[in-house]
């Protein structure tokens, strides 16, 4: 089965940088689209970046534009997460997901079916 690992999260001041890395245990047509979620206490699950594996095409949140990338390293079966300018309010369990196409570009959480444990990411100001 499709098993993800995250990494990198931590504690950071407002306005830094951090990178999240996910490793996925193979590459197939059930990780056709990877994407990043994130879920603050008493706040609903939401959707932050997508990349689709094979094209290589992103997509991203409009909370995040700017600020945050989304990529991939196909060599090391890795995708990251490189936040930069980051607020409190990006405050969040991270979680790398995978899944195919369909929901790639919609941030649907249903349409992923695989996740990963988490990462803890806490910005303080």
């Known amino acids: 089965q499709v098993q993800l690992v995250e990494s990198g999260g931590g504690p950071v001041q407002a306005g830094g940088s951090l990178r999240l890395s996910c490793t996925v245990s193979?590459?197939?047509?059930?990780?056709?689209?990877m994407a990043w979620f994130r879920q603050a206490p008493g706040k609903e699950r939401e959707g932050v970046a997508a990349?689709?594996?094979?094209?290589?095409?992103?997509y991203y949140a409009d909370s995040v534009k700017g600020r945050f990338t989304i990529s991939q390293d196909r060599a090391k079966n890795t995708v990251y997460l490189q936040m930069t300018s980051l607020k409190p309010e990006d405050t969040a369990m991270y979680y790398c997901?995978?899944?195919?196409?369909?929901?790639?570009?919609?941030?649907?959480?249903?349409?992923?079916?695989?996740w990963g444990q988490g990462t803890q990411v806490t910005v303080s100001s």
């Open positions: 193979e590459v197939s047509y059930s990780t056709s689209c």
């Open positions: 990349i689709r594996t094979f094209a290589g095409v992103t």
């Open positions: 997901t995978a899944g195919t196409l369909l929901y790639c570009s919609g941030f649907q959480a249903t349409g992923f079916n695989y």
